[in-house]
């Protein structure tokens, strides 16, 4: 069982920065693959990014690509995603998911992810 932890989400004006933080603790936090989904009001969830276990290997949605980068630290049990040029249509509540995984893959299916967080708000005003 993992459990995982948003944090760093808030209000910034469009063209601002955040950087959000997902802190897992419960089983070797280096074993799971790692993404970042988000859901603004009345849509549904969709792929942000992805990281494999190594941090070796990243994936990003076409709507945040060299805007977003996502890292992860394995000796803090924490994946981050930092947002740059931030734009309205950004806003929206941002979950952070873990997959078992056994090989260096990152994953964009949602349905493929084992845990997820309870989700950080983020706003971005024009």
């Known amino acids: 069982q993992v459990q995982l932890v948003e944090s760093g989400g808030g209000l910034v004006q469009a063209g601002g920065s955040l950087r959000l933080s997902c802190a897992a603790s419960?089983?070797?936090?280096?074993?799971?693959?790692m993404g970042w989904f988000r859901q603004a009001p009345g849509k549904q969830r969709e792929f942000v990014a992805a990281i494999s276990w190594s941090g070796g290997s990243t994936y990003y949605a076409d709507s945040v690509k060299g805007r977003f980068t996502i890292s992860r630290d394995n000796a803090k049990n924490t994946v981050y995603l930092q947002m740059n040029s931030l734009k309205p249509e950004d806003t929206a509540v941002y979950y952070c998911?873990?997959?078992?995984?056994?090989?260096?893959?990152?994953?964009?299916?949602?349905?493929?992810?084992?845990?997820w967080g309870q989700g950080t708000q983020v706003t971005v005003s024009s």
């Open positions: 419960g089983r070797t936090f280096s074993r799971y693959a």
């Open positions: 998911a873990a997959k078992t995984t056994s090989g260096s893959f990152y994953y964009i299916e949602e349905y493929k992810y084992d845990y």
